[in-house]
């Protein structure tokens, strides 16, 4: 069925987070670790799923870092994503729903160019070469993505809030700058 282009409510969205801020508290995450966050598009969006793969790559490679993936959608078709793009070995998985979370951390909804324009639908074929590929999908596509590294005081230390829905986070490059 997939989700379409319907554009549900937003939820109410906290300024953006910076370097520098400090970081609202996930459930389930540790306080005192060096965390990797990454908010998800969508339940199987290829750009989800080249994020997810990179951060099992780099939880492999930095086991001193918390990698969390925070998704949204329905549950059951979001852990059924995961599992068939290869699971979240080494990644912490919150499953925000609502989007509660999404606002506390300042990211909203994208517009519709965000996801439609012809860059990102041909990096969306160049990921096919790489086995990723659309998915049953959940969620809502108009949700915008972030990721944010974070140090042991819960302080914002590198912020990459996607200007496209192709923009994907350098993790290797914001790890190894701090």
């Known amino acids: 069925m997939g989700i379409?282009?319907?554009?549900?409510?937003?939820?109410?969205?906290?300024?953006?987070?910076?370097?520098?801020?400090?970081?609202?508290?996930l459930p389930g995450v540790?306080?005192?670790?060096?965390?990797?966050?990454?908010?998800?598009?969508?339940?199987?969006?290829?750009?989800a799923e080249a994020t997810i793969k990179s951060m099992r790559h780099f939880s492999s490679k930095y086991p001193d870092i918390?990698?969390?993936?925070?998704t949204h959608g329905d549950d059951e078709i979001t852990r059924n994503w995961l599992d068939n793009?290869?699971?979240?070995?080494?990644?912490?998985?919150?499953?925000?729903d609502t989007r509660v979370l999404h606002g506390r951390w300042g990211i909203g909804f994208s517009?519709?160019?965000?996801?439609?324009?012809?860059?990102?639908?041909a990096s969306v074929f160049l990921?096919?070469?790489k086995g990723?590929?659309?998915?049953?999908d959940t969620g809502t596509r108009w949700q915008r993505s972030a990721t944010?590294?974070?140090?042991?005081?819960?302080?914002?230390?590198?912020?990459?809030?996607?200007?496209?829905?192709?923009?994907?986070p350098d993790i290797g490059q914001a790890i190894a700058n701090h």
């Open 4 to 25: 379409g282009f319907s554009k549900p409510a937003e939820q109410q969205v906290a300024g953006t987070l910076s370097v520098g801020d400090r970081a609202p508290s």
């Open 30 to 47: 540790q306080s005192s670790a060096k965390k990797f966050v990454a908010f998800l598009r969508h339940s199987g969006c290829p750009f």
């Open 66 to 70: 918390e990698f969390v993936a925070v």
């Open 85 to 96: 793009i290869g699971g979240t070995a080494g990644i912490t998985h919150i499953h925000d």
């Open 111 to 121: 517009d519709r160019k965000h996801f439609t324009g012809l860059d990102t639908l």
């Open 127 to 129: 990921l096919l070469f």
């Open 132 to 136: 990723i590929r659309n998915r049953e």
């Open 148 to 168: 944010f590294y974070v140090d042991v005081n819960s302080t914002v230390i590198w912020a990459h809030e996607a200007e496209k829905a192709h923009d994907l």
